[in-house]
T-cell receptor, first 116, second 114 residues
Framework: DAGVIQSPRHEVTEMGQEVTLRCKPI?????LFWYRQTMMRGLELLIYFNNNVPIDDSGMPEDRFSAKMPNASFSTLKIQPSEPRDSAVYFCASSQIRDGSSYEQYFGPGTRLTVT | KNQVEQSPQSLIILEGKNCTLQ??????????LRWYKQDTGRGPVSLTIMTFSENTKSNGRYTATLDADTKQSSLHITASQLSDSASYICVVSAWGAAGNKLTFGGGTRVLVKP
């Protein structure tokens, strides 16, 4: 298995531009998570999906951020318009949740976003 | 407010030595506690997951302990190797109406020197 796949690995964009990050979860997993990591704030959960449905989006910073999961094998995180403070590493993770408790999460390699 | 505090923030140890990382939490209602290892430039990798009833769990040279009464966990690294240089993140999960809610510690950065 290729693991969780994220693209692009690096993104540099100018303030005000739209940014779209992509994630392909591990085949057969029913849950997908988007995280953001910065030196100042550490790792933060932005949103997670279960069976393609957003379950908890309370971590999404503001309306500039949106996430979709049109099918079980693809998700996007969009920032529009982007701002310099959005610069961070964005991770996608997937898991197979059965009993809702102790599930393993498998992280992708991350997308390093720089907004100038 | 749910919080996870890790200590120390960073530490340097010599190859072959042991070390222990601490994690204190105030997360309720408790579901499980995880330790992750994150190498520089990579995503976190799960080391252990412990539920309320588990006191200790090992994964190779990594041993995690959990004291649910005092709300403390530790991660012990035995006979450290250069490849153990990484950040170690403690994550505590709470039961919630919208599924488990995760609270992340700030991590401990470990540097193993030859």
């Amino acid at each position: 298995d290729a693991g969780v796949i994220q693209s692009p690995r690096h993104e540099v964009t100018e303030m005000g531009q739209e940014v779209t990050l992509r994630c392909k979860p591990i085949s057969g997993h029913n849950s997908l998570f988007w995280y953001r990591q910065t030196m100042m704030r550490g790792l933060e959960l932005l949103i997670y999906f279960n069976n393609n449905v957003p379950i908890d989006d309370s971590g999404m910073p503001e309306d500039r951020f949106s996430a979709k999961m049109p099918n079980a094998s693809f998700s996007t995180l969009k920032i529009q318009p982007s701002e310099p403070r959005d610069s961070a590493v964005y991770f996608c993770a997937s898991s197979q949740i059965r009993d809702g408790s102790s599930y393993e999460q498998y992280f992708g390699p991350g997308t390093r976003l720089t907004v100038t | 407010k749910n919080q996870v505090e890790q200590s120390p923030q960073s530490l340097i140890i010599l190859e072959g030595k042991n070390c222990t990382l601490q994690c204190n939490y105030t997360v309720s209602p408790f579901s499980n506690l995880r330790w992750y290892k994150q190498d520089t430039g990579r995503g976190p990798v799960s080391l252990t997951i412990m539920t309320f009833s588990e006191n200790t769990k090992s994964n190779g040279r990594y041993t995690a302990t959990l004291d649910a009464d005092t709300k403390q966990s530790s991660l012990h690294i035995t006979a450290s190797q250069l490849s153990d240089s990484a950040s170690y993140i403690c994550v505590v999960s709470a039961w919630g109406a919208a599924g488990n809610k995760l609270t992340f510690g700030g991590g401990t950065r470990v540097l193993v020197k030859p």
